[in-house]
């Protein structure tokens, strides 16, 4: 069946503008992931949901990231004003119920010049 | 709070030979504790997982890795290295204590596999 899928898979941008991810779970998982890998790091947590709701926003390192999943299926990563800094490869995991494995889709290589 | 070290950045091996990828954890709970394979431009892939059942977990294409709670280890090995088994590889412990099972990676450890 099909995975965890992230679009775009690699995006270039210029500092302080705004920029969307999304992410497609794999279908029927009520858990979805963000997480943030730079490079030669291990990927750090951002925020987890639950259905629709953020059940936990914990990782966000500051307010010029937000993100939502109205439908409680697809998510998008939004990134305000971003700064080189947020350079990175943004990584969305699913789970079937959020105690369970997560599974991880090819992520999103942003670039901010 | 919980957290993972990987004791090594980079080990390379033989092809046929055995590989040990260490990993020390430290956790306020009982831990959930996972090994991640990461291929270059592909996902991770979960390649076991420990869950407070045995002790010596199995995973695919023959790795396993062994729960020590005394030394606060979990080691990944593999009898005999494959060219295919060269990747980046992450220890990673669950966030347990709460409610929402977020993972926690190590830095990584990145495995060489010579011919």
């Known amino acids: 069946g099909a995975g965890v899928s992230q679009t775009p898979s690699n995006k270039v941008t210029e500092k302080g503008k705004y920029v969307e991810l999304r992410c497609d779970p794999i279908s029927g998982h009520t858990a979805l992931y963000w997480y943030r890998q730079s490079l030669g790091q291990g990927p750090e947590f951002l925020i987890y949901?639950?259905?629709?709701?953020?059940?936990?926003d914990s990782g966000l390192p500051n307010d010029r990231f937000f993100a939502v999943r109205p439908e409680g299926s697809v998510s998008t990563l939004k990134i305000q004003r971003t700064e080189r800094g947020d350079s990175a490869v943004y990584l969305c995991?699913?789970?079937?119920?959020?105690?369970?494995?997560?599974?991880f889709g090819p992520g999103t290589r942003l670039t901010v010049l | 709070a919980q957290s993972v070290t990987q004791l090594d950045s980079h080990v390379s091996v033989s092809e046929g030979t055995p590989v040990l990828l260490r990993c020390n954890y430290s956790?306020?709970?009982?831990?959930?504790l996972f090994w991640y394979v990461q291929h270059p431009n592909k996902g991770l892939q979960l390649l076991l997982k420990y869950t407070s059942a045995a002790t010596l977990v199995k995973g695919i294409n023959g790795f396993e890795a062994e729960f020590k709670k005394s030394e606060t280890s979990f080691h990944l090995t593999k009898p005999s290295a494959h060219m295919s088994d060269a990747a980046e590889y992450f220890c990673?412990?669950?966030?347990?204590?709460?409610?929402?099972?977020?993972?926690?990676f190590g830095k990584g450890t990145k495995l060489s596999v010579k011919p």
């Open positions: 990673v412990v669950s966030d347990a204590g709460g409610s929402q099972g977020n993972l926690i």
């Open positions: 995991a699913s789970s079937p119920t959020g105690y369970t494995e997560q599974f």
């Open positions: 949901f639950q259905g629709t709701g953020a059940a936990d």
């Open positions: 956790s306020s709970y009982s831990p959930s």
